[in-house]
């Protein structure tokens, strides 16, 4: 999860919204300043996104890629 940073947020703000993030179940909550820093403001948010990759996924489709119209070729 991405917590962007706006000008007038307090790190207390920032950290509580950390805090409910993970208790919610975020694999991760970074605070990111992109809006303010561009790129060099998202790079823990890239690391987190590559540490997730990582991890065990019992991804599923949702559907039956057979009998979606325009899944196919």
């Known amino acids: ?7 007038t947020d307090t790190d207390r703000e920032l950290e509580i919204v950390r805090e409910k993030a993970l208790e919610a179940g975020a694999f ?10 561009g790129g060099a403001g998202a790079v823990r948010l890239a690391d987190a ?4 990759s990582k991890q065990p996924s019992h991804f599923q489709f949702l559907y039956d ?3 979606c119209t325009y899944c196919s070729p």
């Open 65 to 67: 890629l057979d009998v």
């Open 28 to 37: 991760t909550a970074e605070v990111c300043s992109h809006w303010a820093q």
């Open 49 to 52: 996104v590559i540490a997730a």
């Open 1 to 7: 999860m991405c917590v962007s940073v706006c000008s």
